[in-house]
């Protein structure tokens, strides 16, 4: 129906919602169902194995095509970032000797080939990275802390200042679920907060990391009664929730003001159902609908 009718909000939330649940579904034990991965237009949305692969593959295509010093440049620090540290240094030790920036790249692959996990060596990398990021050099910043596995420190100093979509980036090509979904969640926030106000964005994003019942506390906050309803009884269909007081109080309240949004429209038939499923919350609103049933029967 939204495709018919051009409503790309719908178009988002149900694409995006329906592939994880699938995936959500696809974990739980004794059930085997293949997903398809989403589509890659989706971009940070997508799992992140599959983010990863895709970017490797645009990486090489990149340096396939590459016909300047500054292409390469960038194809270099790419690689850099996404932890590909010897096609890296095969890159940088290509720039010619009459090149400007000839000496900086040398040393810059032979650091690259030389860094240690010793504490020392790590200490240097990261003042002197932090040094960076302080003047002006972000980018060369969370280079230096992506080399010796400071991906997440270098989410964190991208965020702060203002770089959440490279953070996001870089949170899906270099750290474990754990710590990408803590940055992700962090982007989250600074979507909700009022200055920025994307809402429905941060919504997708709560979708790709499973948050499903915070989604439906969102909807329901933002008065999406329709969309909200909808999401909660997918997800109890998938069993994709938790049941617990919290949640009961949840459930009765987003079928409840839905049944309540069918009942203005004159959908009867629909507020009944779903004041039904709202359980004691939507009784009254039952036996209201049913009586104005019955005398309009009459």
Known sequence: VFRLYGDESELHFWTVASHYLQVFQNDAPHVSISANPLDIC??????????????????CLQEVKRSSYEHTRKCADQLLLLGQTDRAVQLLLETSADNPQYYCDSLKACLVTTVTSSGPSQSTIKLVATNMIANGKLAEGVQLLCLIDKAADACRYLQTYNEWNHAAWLAKVRLNPEECAEVMKRWVDHLCSPHINQKYKAILVLLSLGCFRKVIEMLHSMRCFDRAALFLEACLQNSAIEICDETNKLISAVFADYAR????????????????????????????????KSEEEK
């Open 42 to 59: 989706y971009d940070l949305l997508c799992e992140n194995s599959y983010f990863q692969k895709f970017q490797l593959d645009r990486i």
């Open 261 to 292: 949004t069918l009942r203005s429209i004159g959908f009867t038939q629909g507020a009944v159902r779903f004041a039904q499923k709202a359980g004691g919350a939507g009784e009254e609103l039952v036996s209201e609908l049913q009586s104005n």
